[in-house]
Nanobody, 124 residues
Framework: QVQLVESGGGSVQAGGSLRLSCVAS????????MGWFRQAPGKEREGGAR????????RYADSVKGRFTISQDKAKNTLYLQMNSLKPEDTAMYYC?????????????????WGQGTQVTVSS
């Protein structure tokens, strides 16, 4: 089993920055893909950024491309999401997710491990 614990959320004004962290524990060697999803009230959970744990290759949703950066520290079993130039529409609960499989299909349904979420609120 894998456990994921996020931290780093908070409230910030538009244009500001936050860095989210996700610490993984358990059978982390089995994880091929990790990512960050977000879900705003009344909306579906959407993928924001993903990373192949072995190569470090990353991909981003158009909505966050150029503003968010996903990275990992394998020694610390930690995944990060640096969020810059935040907008009010970035307000959501952010979730760390992981799976033992490819990142090719970046859908919430494909991920079996989830953190509890951390709230990000961006005010205008």
């Amino acid at each position: 089993q894998v456990q994921l614990v996020e931290s780093g959320g908070g409230s910030v004004q538009a244009g500001g920055s936050l860095r989210l962290s996700c610490v993984a524990s358990g059978y982390t060697y089995s994880l091929d893909c990790m990512g960050w999803f977000r879900q705003a009230p009344g909306k579906e959970r959407e993928g924001g950024a993903r990373i192949y744990t072995s190569s470090g290759s990353t991909r981003y949703a158009d909505s966050v491309k150029g503003r968010f950066t996903i990275s990992q520290d394998k020694a610390k079993n930690t995944l990060y999401l640096q969020m810059n130039s935040l907008k009010p529409e970035d307000t959501a609960m952010y979730y760390c997710a992981a799976r033992a499989g490819s990142c090719f299909v970046f859908s919430a349904a494909m991920f079996g491990y989830w953190g509890q979420g951390t709230q990000v609120t961006v005010s205008s």
